[in-house]
């Protein structure tokens, strides 16, 4: 079956650092691409996504692209902020089914 | 404009016993999906209902059922509880567009305790 292989946590970075979560899958077919993330206390929201390959999805300074060749889907931003302090979770919809990586929590000190 | 609703906010079930999960999707949303997260885990994918109909499926039993409403409401139903269905379980709901998908809204959870 389809899977979503992130990077393991935790991530600890000081603020304005470069930030990078890797996030890779593995699926047949022509999935679509996700990354959610959950903020202490609320609940999973979508952060950007891609539909198909060599896309790229951005939000509030984050971004990622679909790489086919290398089934990756690596997340960057960068300039982190202590607002940004959260756990990622990468996701992949394939024939109607979702899959989640495990998250990575990240942890941005001031 | 209501976001996605979840009740109850916590349950406490003993191992044997049946749960009644329910959820309200956001206004014109007609798709629900289900998802159990275990502590430290990713949600796992449970099913989808479209339209009233179960429009997929993950690697759970089928003591795990669901209920798709005319107003697209929702209910999971969890059947011969066993301790390792102590999770979170999200309920999310979208508008399918064409081969692709939309975003998916998620509501805050129902934590279930299995003891």
């Known amino acids: 079956g389809d899977s979503v292989t992130q990077m393991e946590g935790p991530v600890t970075l000081s603020e304005e650092a470069f930030l990078t979560i890797n996030c890779t899958y593995t699926a047949t077919g022509y999935p679509s691409l996700f990354w959610y993330v959950q903020y202490p206390g609320e609940g999973l929201q979508l952060l950007l996504k891609?539909?198909?390959?060599?896309d790229k999805g951005s939000n509030k300074g984050f971004e990622a692209t679909y790489r086919k060749e290398t089934t990756s889907f690596h997340l960057e931003k960068g300039s982190v902020q202590v607002s940004d302090s959260a756990v990622y979770f990468c996701a992949l919809i394939n024939a109607g089914k979702s899959t989640f990586g495990d998250g990575t929590t990240l942890t941005v000190k001031p | 404009e209501t976001g996605v609703t979840q009740s109850p906010t916590h349950l406490i079930k003993t191992r044997g016993q049946q749960v009644t999960l329910r959820c309200s999707s956001q206004s014109g949303h007609n798709t629900v999906s289900w998802y159990q997260q275990a502590l430290g885990q990713g949600p796992q994918f449970i099913f989808q209902?479209?339209?009233?109909?179960?429009?997929g499926r993950g690697n759970f039993p089928p003591r795990f059922s669901g209920l798709q409403f005319p107003n697209y409401s929702s209910e999971l139903n969890v059947n011969a509880l066993e301790l390792d269905d102590s999770a979170l379980y999200l309920c999310?709901?979208?508008?399918?567009?064409?081969?692709?998908?939309?975003?998916?809204?998620f509501g805050p959870g129902t934590r279930l305790t299995v003891l």
């Open positions: 999310a709901s979208s508008l399918p567009s064409g081969e692709f998908y939309n975003e998916q809204f």
């Open positions: 891609a539909t198909k390959a060599d």
């Open positions: 209902y479209y339209r009233e109909e179960e429009n």
